[in-house]
């Protein structure tokens, strides 16, 4: 009988399709399993004891935030740093902070900020990505943002912005009005904050930029 060759051979190709099969199967569930302790939310005691988590706990907010070059991931990570006022206050506590998040959420959804901008990968490219842009040097207290919104805080300047944008243009593509109310607002620069304290890998690199109309900051 003439000798056939394994590639020709029905049970070959079942058994490796078993076996791939079976393999893929247990990497994909200890992937899950590596993963989902990374992506878990911290909480207040976290922050508090320095704990540093990839999604930081909603109190975060209490917290100044910067974007800082880490030479050994080669690209720039959120560092959290002293406690910082957000809207008067540097003691939101879980509970509240966390409300506040909740209705930032709804409003960006409810607004459809996707469909302009991007936020954690999602969304478009026709503005700014959104997911560092608590950290975009426009809206410091030298930047841009701040001198013409007439506001002294971040927070405040954000507010004023997401409120009237068209008050603002930048001579780069504007932003229109979308109603938003002050306590949306308030939400929605709470979720902002929140997201640039995530650890996302250096993603966006180059994340975009308001194109400033005064020194470009
Ligand atoms: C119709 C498109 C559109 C929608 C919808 C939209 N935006 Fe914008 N947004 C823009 C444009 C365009 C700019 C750039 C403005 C400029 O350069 O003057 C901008 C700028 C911004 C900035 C400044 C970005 C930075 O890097 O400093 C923030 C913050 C922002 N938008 C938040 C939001 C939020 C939050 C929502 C949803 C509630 C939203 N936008 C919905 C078009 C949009």
Request: net charge neutral; aromatic share 10%.
């Amino acid at each position: 009988m003439a000798k056939k060759s394994v590639w020709s051979d029905n049970r070959f190709w079942q058994r490796s399709a078993a076996w791939i099969t079976g393999f893929a199967s247990i990497l994909l569930i200890w992937l899950t399993f590596d993963t989902i302790p990374q992506i878990t939310m911290g909480n207040d005691a976290d922050l508090q004891s320095g704990v540093t988590k990839r999604v930081p706990g909603p109190t975060v907010i209490n917290y100044k935030i910067t974007y800082e070059m880490d030479k050994k991931r080669g690209h720039e990570i959120p560092v959290i740093g002293e406690k910082e006022k957000f809207f008067g206050r540097d003691d939101w506590s879980e509970e509240e902070a966390a409300a506040l998040l909740h209705l930032g959420k709804l409003g960006s959804q409810a607004k459809n900020c996707m469909n302009c901008h991007t936020l954690l990968g999602n969304g478009a490219y026709y503005a700014p990505d959104l997911t560092k842009s608590w950290l975009d040097p426009a809206w410091q207290a030298n930047g841009s943002m701040q001198a013409m919104t007439g506001k002294s805080t971040k927070e405040e300047a954000m507010a004023e912005f997401l409120q009237h944008p068209s008050q603002y243009p930048t001579h780069a593509r504007m932003m229109p009005n979308l109603g938003i109310t002050a306590e949306e607002a308030k939400g929605l620069v709470a979720f902002l904050k929140h997201m640039s304290s995530i650890d996302t890998n250096g993603f966006p690199r180059n994340f975009g930029k308001i194109q400033g109309a005064v020194n470009g900051k």
